[in-house]
């Protein structure tokens, strides 16, 4: 067990609706991470809070968006959803907004469905 | 632009026999490296990382690996396979893109043959 919590495990919609997946850090932890496992484009960084400002932004979707909240519990917001985005979705966690040079822990993931 | 390589997409090894997962980088420094094992339903565990010294690190369950910059090449290696091993290994490198962030190969799947 990580540490780094996340809600829920499985989510089944359908394409043009909007979901959250929720992830709770480590504690301690001031960075939360997000990452997207898919089968075509294996496992991508989307965003990173650190202690609720954006620090760093990779592959992440305009209809995709993100915050980090004052107890550091951050939210990654889906919206106008496509099959494609079907995927694992991942959230990490670290100490300092750092994240290439500190351990990451992750969280077990959301499996997002797209119908 | 930095990535990572995993050349081996299946491996397939007796319990027993020694384990070497291949893992190859592109970075315009001194890299940061990372194996990750992903277990069904557990999300991502690492294994080890290099960031400085040592090239030979250790990480946990048995398992080590080597930094060399001569090969751009930091191969996770185990002694002797266990049954339980089987499953997925990533390798990543950080930071990348100017951010925080960890770039994954795309991962090698091991089975462990009893």
């Known amino acids: 067990d990580s540490g780094v919590t996340q809600t829920p495990k499985h989510l089944i919609t359908a394409t043009g609706q909007r979901v959250t997946l929720r992830c709770s850090p480590r504690?301690?932890?001031?960075?939360v991470y997000w990452y997207q496992q898919s089968l075509d484009q294996g496992l991508q960084f989307l965003i990173q809070?650190?202690?609720?400002?954006?620090?760093a932004k990779g592959n992440i979707l305009e209809r995709f968006s993100a915050q980090q909240f004052p107890d550091l519990h951050s939210e990654l917001n889906l919206s106008s959803l496509e099959l494609g985005d079907s995927a694992l979705y991942f959230c990490?966690?670290?100490?300092?907004?750092?994240?290439?040079?500190?351990?990451?822990?992750f969280g077990p993931g959301t499996r997002l469905l797209v119908l | 632009a930095q990535s990572v390589t995993q050349p081996d997409i299946h491996i397939t090894v007796s319990e027993g026999a020694s384990l070497e997962l291949r893992c190859n980088y592109s970075?315009?420094?001194?890299?940061?490296l990372f194996w990750y094992v992903q277990s069904p339903g557990q999300g991502l565990q690492l294994l080890l990382k290099y960031f400085s010294g040592d090239t030979l690190v250790q990480g946990i369950k048995g398992f080590e690996a080597e930094f060399k910059r001569s090969q751009s090449s930091f191969n996770l290696r185990k002694p002797s396979v266990h049954w339980s091993d089987a499953t997925e290994y990533f390798c990543a490198v950080g930071p990348t893109g100017g951010g925080n962030k960890l770039t994954f190969g795309t991962g090698t799947q091991l089975k462990v043959e009893l």
């Open positions: 970075y315009g420094a001194t890299p940061y």
């Open positions: 990490a966690s670290s100490v300092g907004p750092s994240g290439g040079l500190e351990t990451q822990y």
């Open positions: 809070y650190y202690n609720g400002e954006e620090r």
């Open positions: 504690s301690g932890d001031l960075s």
